[in-house]
T-cell receptor, first 110, second 114 residues
Framework: KNEVEQSPQNLTAQEGEFITINCSYSVGISALHWLQQHPGGGIVSLFMLSSGKKKHGRLIATINIQEKHSSLHITASHPRDSAVYICAVSPISGTYKYIFGTGTRLKVLA | GAGVSQSPRYKVTKRGQDVALRCDPISGHVSLYWYRQALGQGPEFLTYFNYEAQQDKSGLPNDRFSAERPEGSISTLTIQRTEQRDSAMYRC????????????FGPGTRLLVL
């Protein structure tokens, strides 16, 4: 079992839909990160969370430390949101290391 | 530069050859990380530098892999006697400091070993 699990693995949505991507982890963490990998391969950091909720534009990330679970929400999705969304954690044992989930491939159709 | 840069972006080599992958982190970033990403998978940690010191190399798969950062800036990941299973995207990231800092990723070097 991977230490960081994401669901779903693949997601297709219609433009305008509300999207939720889930991440569960099994290790103690100091922070959780949501990353976006573009079709061209570049990786961009979206959020770093250690508690609560963060919002940036149409993106919202939440984390429940007790349940070891985080969600990434996209409101009013758009085709340009199509990408792979990766959850990664910084474990307490080695804070500098990211442990990555396998990613959720999102495709938003016009 | 404005972001993390890596070179080459693509490398095709024959099995048994040595390759050197370069990472130029964001100016002033103390910490530098190397990851390997197989197709369809998330990146996996290889090694980490704080300034020029290699603090953790536990993710390097075997002794054919080595990395250095002699002046605490540019880093080179070297793979000796490449094998087909080494084919992957090799990503570099840097952060201002290691403690709970966001890592900024480079574009990656896609390595193909024939």
């Amino acid at each position: 079992k991977n230490e960081v699990e994401q669901s779903p693995q693949n997601l297709t949505a219609q433009e305008g839909e509300f999207i939720t991507i889930n991440c569960s982890y099994s290790v103690g963490i100091s922070a959780l990160h949501w990353l976006q990998q573009h079709p061209g391969g570049g990786i961009v950091s979206l959020f770093m969370l250690s508690s609560g909720k963060k919002k940036h534009g149409r993106l919202i990330a939440t984390i429940n430390i007790q349940e070891k679970h985080s969600s990434l929400h996209i409101t009013a999705s758009h085709p340009r949101d199509s990408a792979v969304y990766i959850c990664a954690v910084s474990p307490i044992s080695g804070t500098y290391k990211y442990i990555f989930g396998t990613g959720t491939r999102l495709k938003v159709l016009a | 530069g404005a972001g993390v840069s890596q070179s080459p972006r693509y490398k095709v080599t024959k099995r048994g050859q040595d390759v050197a992958l370069r990472c130029d982190p964001i100016s002033g970033h103390v910490s530098l990380y190397w990851y390997r990403q197989a197709l369809g998978q998330g990146p996996e940690f290889l090694t980490y530098f704080n300034y020029e010191a290699q603090q953790d190399k536990s993710g390097l798969p075997n002794d054919r892999f080595s990395a250095e950062r002699p002046e605490g800036s540019i880093s080179t990941l070297t793979i000796q006697r490449t094998e087909q299973r080494d084919s992957a995207m090799y990503r570099c990231a840097s952060s201002f400091d290691s403690w709970r800092e966001t890592q900024y990723f480079g574009p990656g070097t896609r390595l193909l070993v024939l």
